[in-house]
């Protein structure tokens, strides 16, 4: 079911879909109301079964829609690599169906990359929907131990996440980016399935020179996790067995071997705190699937790393180095 428009869009923005029926309404009427701009709508829905797409078309007419259909769940990384591809505009824009964007949203980030064309990545102001108080995240950290998170999750939004900045890389939820940029690194590697996908994007998008900026006038409210469950083993797996695999194919020399100790201690702490906690299953298999897929993960180390454009130590300033870091962030994610 594809519906086209002649006229050029300024963006493409792809949505994926999985049994997601009633925050993706919310989502594309939040759509509706985007001011100032031509943007056709891609969705890949991945199997749902709860009438995800009925009468898409007759309730929002005026939307331009690329929809593609699929029987099974072909995840996240796969299917937003066919959005991209199947994108007309310059820029695409991922959006996560649960992800309801303010109506100059997509204005303010398209009006930031017009403005700032030594980026190619950007990222959203995301509110967490039940609590607009707290802040969902603004832009993504990534730590040299290997962890990543959202900067200022769950922090006042009142006082944090107010100024425009570069950050590491956006949140895959609510981010801009150069549909060509995207392309020449291949888009997500899709052994990924979910999960990490988009920092690993964003560290190929950074070897390859780019930049992020954090765009804090584009706002979205962001429920999270309405597919798969907050802390569930699914997010566990495949978190922990992809953060494995970002540290190895990205972490450019001599950090790799710096920072090699650092990594480790963190898996095995993960390993024992997640067990304790009662995952211990979902946490072993990721590590053994992790260590499983290493040569995989080398070989493509091997093309990434050869193709590098930006100095180490130029990415060394973009990263997050302090070794207390990653528990300030833990304890602050899990602070009531």
Not at 43 to 54: A, Y
Not at 95 to 114: G, I, K, R, T, V
Not at 175 to 186: D, I, N, P, T
Request: hydrophobic share 40%; with cysteine; charged share 20%.
């Amino acid at each position: 079911m594809v519906k086209f428009c002649a006229v050029k869009m300024d963006a493409s923005i792809i949505i994926i879909a999985w049994n997601s029926k009633d925050v993706l309404y919310t989502c594309l009427a939040k759509l509706k109301q985007q001011v100032g701009r031509q943007f056709e709508i891609v969705i890949i829905d991945n199997g749902s079964s709860d009438g995800t797409l009925e009468d898409i078309q007759l309730i929002w007419p005026s939307l331009v829609f690329n929809i593609r259909r699929f029987e099974e769940n072909k995840g996240f990384a796969v299917s937003n690599n066919i959005g991209a591809h199947l994108a007309g505009g310059k820029w695409i824009i991922l959006l996560n169906a649960d992800a309801f964007p303010e109506s100059d949203w997509l204005e303010q980030l398209l009006h930031a990359a017009e403005q700032n064309p030594q980026y190619s990545m950007f990222s959203s102001r995301q509110l967490q929907y039940n609590s607009p108080d707290r802040l969902d995240g603004s832009g993504d950290a990534y730590h040299i131990s290997g962890l990543a998170w959202r900067n200022y999750y769950n922090y006042p939004s009142n006082g944090y996440g107010l100024e425009q900045k570069e950050v590491f890389s956006p949140c895959a939820a609510a981010a801009l980016y150069s549909r060509e940029e995207f392309l020449k690194v291949g888009g997500f590697d899709e052994d990924y399935f979910s999960y990490f996908e988009d920092v690993d994007l964003g560290f190929r998008l950074r070897l390859s020179g780019a930049k992020c900026l954090y765009v804090p006038e584009a706002v979205v409210r962001h429920v999270g996790s309405a597919s798969t469950g907050k802390r569930s083993d699914f997010s566990v797996y495949y978190g922990y067995r992809n953060m494995i695999w970002t540290f190895v194919k990205n972490m450019p020399f001599p950090y790799f071997w710096i920072f090699l100790p650092i990594h480790v201690s963190t898996v095995l702490f993960f390993f024992i705190y997640l067990t304790i906690r009662g995952q211990g299953s979902a946490i072993s298999r990721a590590i053994f699937d992790a260590l499983r897929g290493l040569p995989k993960a080398l070989a493509k180390r091997k093309l990434i790393q050869k193709d590098i454009k930006i100095k180490p130590q130029d990415l060394l300033k973009v990263m997050s180095i302090g070794l207390l870091e990653p528990y300030r962030e833990f304890i602050n994610r899990n602070r009531s």
